[in-house]
């Protein structure tokens, strides 16, 4: 029987022959690739200036950082996300408030951000969940009328449009987060990059990013450098970034054939599922169906040689946040998302004939 993931990497001989080129080059990191792969991203979104870092959670921590959130401010984001999206915030010494999701998106709705808005709070953090993108048109005018800064995390999202224009162009946001993990949609193994159209941001993202290293001004000598802040080592590594070059080739071919998976399950399985808006053209990196016994559904799933996975536990349901008060209850479409649902495969590689297999597994769990 063959094993299928809820998602996986796809590498290609010219993934591998572009990282090999870089393994024989004298550059192995703080090279010319990472600075390649960063214009290809600027390239691809439409964003003035991209700091590629060692992962999504490095990129959202100095993102943090380079809005000047710390101790005494607070920021918002959807309980539906991975635990990054809140603990960034953490890391700075804020604290997080959730706004609930709605109930076909998953998304974290504007109006409830409004309600969560205080004269502490400094941010807030949207997850463009399953590829998705938010309503950020709507956002951002909230976040204009109460001053905050905007930051979307987008590790879900590379490759999707909102409106017609590209996630991570930062036309609605002041920053946006990218995830290449190996089951996003595009890898660099691991490692992250952050978008913005600010100069004053870019270069205190450059900074965070390396140990709060600054060079410029009268520095005319190679090796001068000061450090202005403390800043941390989340630097992307040439070789990660000669595979994401390569994989970024590839997204339009990526997002093309994630759309057509989705588009099947949605024909031959009619099982409830998120969904899409009018104004998204998402480049899918769930399929998350809702099912009434979801713990029963997963281990016939994975007797069945699926192994699928629950996105996600609703962050303030988590020991740590429940320790700062937050309770079952709290964000009640967030917490009947998680009761049910679980996410399907869905990565490029897979075949007609492997999805064909898949579904018909599916139906004979749930007949």
Known sequence: MKI?????????DDDINAVVEVLKSSYLTCGPKVKEFEKAICGYTGA?????????????????????????DEVITSPMTFLASANCAKFTGADVKFADIEKDTANIM????????????????????????????????????HNLYVVEDAAHAIGS??????????KYSDMTVFSFHPVKTITTAEGGAV????????????????????????????????????????????????????????????????REIVDFYNKNLR????????????????????????????FKARENGLNLQVHYIPVHLQPYYRNSGYKKGDYPNAENYYEHCIS???????????????????KGIVK
């Open 195 to 258: 978008t913005t159209n600010s100069e004053e941001l870019y270069n205190k993202l450059c900074a965070f990013r390396a140990h709060g290293m600054h060079k410029d001004g009268d520095m005319i000598n190679t090796w001068e450098y000061e450090m202005r802040e403390l800043g941390f080592n989340y630097r992307m590594t040439d070789v990660q970034a000669a595979l994401g070059i390569s994989q970024l080739k590839r997204l339009d071919f990526f997002k093309k054939r994630r």
């Open 110 to 145: 504007p109006q409830e951000i409004k309600k969560h808005i205080t004269n502490k709070t400094k941010a807030v953090i949207p997850v463009h969940f399953a590829g998705q993108s938010c309503d950020m048109e709507k956002i951002q005018q909230i976040a204009k009328e």
């Open 161 to 170: 449009d909102y409106k017609s224009v590209k996630v991570g162009s930062c």
């Open 4 to 12: 299928y993931g809820y998602g996986r990497q796809s590498i290609n």
């Open 344 to 362: 399907l495969p869905l990565y490029p590689d897979l075949t007609n004939d492997d999805l064909i297999e898949i579904t018909q597994r599916i």
């Open 271 to 298: 099982l409830p599922h998120l969904i899409e808006k009018d104004f998204s053209n998402a480049c899918f990196h769930l399929y998350p169906i809702l099912i009434e016994n979801r713990k029963d559904f997963y």
């Open 48 to 72: 003035k200036y991209c700091v590629a870092v060692n992962s999504a959670t490095s990129g959202l921590h100095i993102a943090m950082l380079a809005a000047g959130i710390s101790k005494g």
